[in-house]
């Protein structure tokens, strides 16, 4: 019988399909868990930086730093935040398809747009379709604060330069295992900061300044950059290896209900061969008794 | 216990001190300073350098880079992008970071951009040798 030996094959591979699915769904389990123990142990830094800083920017008058600088925004650049790798549901391409849209609404605009694809995904995605500048790919299976410095050391200084006049970065932000919200984020010019967070009256204590107010500053806003990159790609990791979790999980259990039906299948045809051979053995004796 | 300060150290990836500290030497922008219990208010930012502190008398070193310092008169908070312990760091690897930065920096102008990347580069290894060297 063909096709019994034909679903059998179908079954195996199946199971084989399965147990990848399932080793996926346990490693990218993992990685969850240190990309999101990661995301913990920044959250103090982050707090704390932000607090500092817009106690900071409320005592000193920073329109005049050149990350704040407002020009008319002729040419934009955007970070278009994506992952290294695929296999992790709608991920990679809802954020995509938000950045093309952001594009095209740019460029509706009048405004000339350069990309920086951050990420495997987004590099090869817009590789032939758009401008594309300081790609940086292969990042996530291993990076630290250095990787958002160095991006920063990508777009600060032809901002600085008034090579261009406005940056954003689009990445997926974080909200559950789950889900994850593509979103815009306006990097420069720096949005006015410090009524972001409110301050505790305590903590506006009178500090003596080393260097002064503006030199500080001038320090902490880089940083600021710095630390809101760097927010982006531990969520990014997070929301990454989340997704494909998801993902993992339900094309697990997809093959199980696919084994489920075959295996039905499989009883259903090798009973009805059964039969069909009965049929034929007592056809068979019937025939041979009557003559 | 009353005389004592607390210290965070407090980097993107983690919490790498939190404790009580008997004195804390910190490489600030304008010179290294030291603190203790009762420091004035004072918010520096703080360079590639050597920061260490005190603890029943004996002295831990961290090589950090650059961040800033919050004082206040019974808390230190710490921000840096980084912060090795001087025993955790890899010797072989700051050695190598050296070497290539001298190279570097044996080839391009002072002008250059980037002359000032190199230099840091440099500074951070030097640091992290000679924060090393001293255990």
Redesign the interface.
Known sequence: MAALKDIKRKITAVHKTRQITRAMNMVAASKFKAAQT?ME??R??AV??ME?LSS?ALRVDAKSHPLLAVREPKRIRVICMTSDRGLCGGFNSNLIKATERFIREKMLEGREVELIPVGRKGRDFFRKKTKTINARADVFSRF??RLA?KIS?DVI?PFVGEEYDELYLLYNEFVNVAVHRPSVVRLFPLPSIGREVEIEPDKR???????SEE??LE??LP?YV??LI?RALVETSAGENGARMVAMDNATRNCEELIQSLTLKYNKVRQSAITAELMDIVGGTEALAKG | MADELTLEI??????SFAGAVEEVTIP???GEFGVLRGH??????VDVGELSFTRDHKKTRYAVN???A?V?ASKV?V?V??AERSDMIDLERARQAKERAEEKMAKIPKED?DFE?IRLALLRAVTRLNVAGKN
């Open positions: 990661r142990n920044f103090p830094y704390k930086f500092v900071l630290d604060m410095v050391g200084p204590l009178d500090y003596i300044y080393e260097p030199a500080l320090k902490l940083m710095h630390v760097y | 407090v980097t993107p990836e983690r919490m600030g922008t304008e004035a208010s004072l918010l520096s930012s650059t961040g800033y919050e206040t908070t921000l992008e980084t951009a990347k």
